[in-house]
């Protein structure tokens, strides 16, 4: 019995992957609650039961690149019991294989632009850093190197974003071993 009654009923995380994706492929000011809904293939009013306005998703869009780009990556890697060299190298494979620097480039140009956005990409790499000058530091090195080995790991990391879109996900992981023998080597 097709009808009204029977239309689909989006979650308020619906409406933010759409935008994601949207932010992605097109950019921040193509999120746009009509576009969206076209999308979705739904009315806007479906947009306003779960947001106030496009502000309020833009937000609700950034806080979820903060929680699924950053905060299950290092969930995931507090998990993880054994050796900390065995737990620098599963974060990387975790950040390769599930891709969680692709979206860094597009959420890092839409913060040039949004003081917003600006400030939670600010406290993100102050996070980021930090766990990973942890995950040196359990791993031996001295606060200095483990600040530095930090730093090259998370801007190396941030780099393959930008200029490895050609290269494949195999690769990556193919190589992901010898990368971080090569961060995680002491002198």
């Not at 492929?25 to 999308?39: F, N, P, S, Y």
């Not at 060299?85 to 891709?99: A, M, V």
């Not at 102050?126 to 600040?147: C, I, P, V």
Request: charged letters at 35%; proline letters at 2%; glycine letters at 4%.
């Amino acid at each position: 019995m097709p009808g009204k009654a029977h239309q689909r009923r989006l979650t308020r995380e619906s409406w933010i992957i759409c935008a994601f994706n949207t932010l992605y492929e097109e950019g921040v000011d193509q999120i746009r609650v009509e576009r969206l809904a076209k999308k979705l293939k739904v009315t806007k009013g479906s947009f306003y039961w779960h947001f106030k306005d496009r502000s309020e998703l833009l937000d609700a869009l950034i806080e979820y690149w903060n929680r699924e780009m950053t905060k299950t990556v290092l969930e995931n890697a507090r998990m993880f019991h054994g050796d900390p060299i065995q737990r620098i190298f599963s974060t990387l494979q975790d950040i390769i294989t599930n891709e969680k620097t692709k979206y860094d480039p597009v959420v890092r140009a839409w913060a040039n632009h949004d003081p917003k956005a600006k400030k939670i990409v600010e406290k993100v790499d102050k996070l980021r850093l930090s766990f990973l000058t942890e995950l040196f530091a359990d791993a031996g090195f001295s606060a200095e190197e483990s600040e530095i080995r930090a730093r090259m790991l998370y801007y190396y990391v941030l780099g393959e974003a930008y200029v490895t879109k050609k290269e494949s996900k195999a690769l990556r992981l193919k190589r992901i071993e010898r990368k971080a023998d090569i961060f995680t080597r002491k002198s």
